[in-house]
DNA sequence: ACCCAGTCTGAAACTTGTTCTAGATTAGCG
DNA sequence: CGCTAATCTAGAACAAGTTTCAGACTGGGT
C-alpha cells in the first residue's frame, strides 16, 4: 500500500527522487508547488482550491490529482518543501547558544517566525498535517523525520542520541505542532507559543545531566 | 460574534445552559448527539455524515445546523460531551500514586485507553478539534479547559497553581492531542503514545520542587 | 517515419458539507 | 380559544473535493 508503483498500467507520479520523473513533469510539479503556496499564502487552507490551483498551475484538475492524491497531500508535500528550505537556512546559521535546550528553543523560536510572515500558508499547512488520516501517513512520516533532524541538529553534534532524548525530541516536536495549531486558531498568543516551547525545551536538560 | 443571540429573528440554538431550551428541544439535542457518537464509533470522521446523522436522530438537516454550525461543531460538541462523561468518572477513583507526575501519567493513560475501546470515535472528535478554526474557538476552549481541569485533578488537592505548573499543563495538553494524531494516523504504537506521555509528565517534577 | 504505452487535457459527473426556501408545527400569550 | 413569532420539515440548490472518460499528445523503441 505504501510503495507499489509496479502496477501494470502506471497510477501515480510519486514525490521521491526514486522515479525518473522527465524534465517537463519536474516543471510541472515545481509549477503545481508554487500554486499551492501561493494561494495558500494569501486565504489559508480553504483558499487551497483544486481547481484553483490546477488553473494557476497551468495543468489539468486530472494531472494535478495524478501528482498529488489529495488536498492533504498536495499541503503535506507543500510543507516538506518549505521545511527542506528551512533546514538549510538553519543549517548555515546555527544558533550559537551553549546550552543544548536554548539552541533547540532558538531554533524553534525562529521557525516560528518564519510561520509569522506567512500566517495563512503555516494555517494550509499545518491543518492539513494534522488532518492527515492513514492514507498520507507516508509523507506525514516524512515531514516529521525532517522537524526531528532539524531539532536534532539544534541539540548539538553530538553522536547517536539516547533512546531518551528521542523521547524528548518527540514530546518536543509533539508541543511544537499542537502550539502552532492553538496560535493559528486564535487561542493562543505568540508569548504563549514562546513559552510553551521554552517549557518543554527543559526537559533536553533532564536528559543530558553530562554537562552540569 | 461569539455571543449575539440578540437579532430579532432569532439565529441558532447554541449549547450553554445559558439559553432555556424547551424539553422537546434538549430532547432532540441529546438525539443528535448520540446519533454522532454511534455513527462516528462505526466509521470514524468520514462515516459523520450531516444527512445520515440528521436522518438518524430524527431531525430535519436545517434543524441539526441551527443545532450545531457545522460538522466540526457537531464533534467538538461530541468531545466536550465524552470528556465531561470521563471527568466525572475519573473523580470516582483517582488514581493513587504520591508522585504527582505519576498521578496524571496514570491518569493520560485511562483516558487513552478509554480511547483504545472506540478508536473510530477518537479518530473523529480528535481529528475534528485539532482542525477546527477560528470559528470553533469557544467551543474548543471549553474542552481545552475540561481537559486543562482533568490534569490539574490529577496532579493533587493543591491551591492555586503557579504560572510555571500552568505551562507544564499546556505542554502535556500538546503532547497528549498530538500524540493521539500520531497513534490514530497510525504511525506511532500504543507502547509510543505511553512513553511520550510519561516523559512530559517528567515536567511536573521540575515545578515542584518541594517534594523531594 | 511509425507505433505503442503512458500522459495530459477538458469536461462532465458524483459526493458530501452547507445554504436557502416555502410551508407545516409548536410555544407562549392575551 | 385564537394569534404571532419562532421553530421545524422536506427538499432543492450550491460549493468544493474527487472520480471518470474520451480524445489529443509525447517519448522512446523499431
Redesign the interface.
Known amino acids: 500500500m505504501t510503495t507499489e508503483p509496479k502496477s501494470p498500467t502506471a497510477r501515480a507520479v510519486p514525490a521521491g527522487p526514486s522515479l525518473p520523473l522527465t524534465e517537463r513533469q519536474a516543471a510541472r510539479r515545481r509549477r503545481i508547488l508554487r500554486a499551492t503556496e501561493e494561494l495558500a499564502s494569501r486565504g489559508g ?1 480553504d483558499a487551497v482550491q483544486m481547481r484553483e490551483v490546477a488553473e494557476a498551475a497551468g495543468v489539468a484538475l486530472g494531472t494535478l490529482y495524478r501528482y498529488f492524491p489529495s488536498k492533504i497531500h498536495l499541503l503535506v508535500a507543500t510543507m516538506q518543501d518549505q521545511l527542506e528550505r528551512l533546514h538549510g537556512t538553519l543549517r548555515k546559521r546555527p544558533p550559537t547558544d551553549t546550552d543544548p535546550a536554548a539552541r533547540v528553543a532558538r531554533t524553534l523560536m525562529r521557525a516560528f517566525r518564519a510561520m509569522q510572515r506567512e500566517p495563512h500558508l503555516a494555517d494550509a499547512m499545518v ?1 492539513a498535517l ?5 492514507s ?2 507516508a509523507e ?2 516524512t515531514v ?1 523525520r525532517l522537524t526531528t533532524a532539524i531539532i536534532l541538529d539544534a541539540m548539538g553534534p553530538a553522536g547517536p542520541p539516547t533512546p ?1 532524548q528521542l ?2 525530541v ?2 518536543i ?3 511544537w ?3 502552532l ?2 496560535w493559528l ?3 493562543a498568543s505568540i508569548a ?1 507559543v514562546r ?2 516551547i521554552e ?2 525545551c ?2 533536553i536538560r ?1 536528559t543530558t545531566p553530562q554537562q552540569a
Chains 1, 2 share one sequence.
Not at 130 to 134: G, I, S
Open positions: 487552507f491543518r494534522t488532518f492527515a488520516d492513514r498520507v501517513s506525514v512520516d516529521s531518551e523521547s524528548a518527540r514530546v516536536e509533539h508541543t505542532h499542537s502550539a495549531i492553538t486558531s486564535g487561542r504563549q513559552i510553551d517549557t518543554v527543559r526537559l533532564l
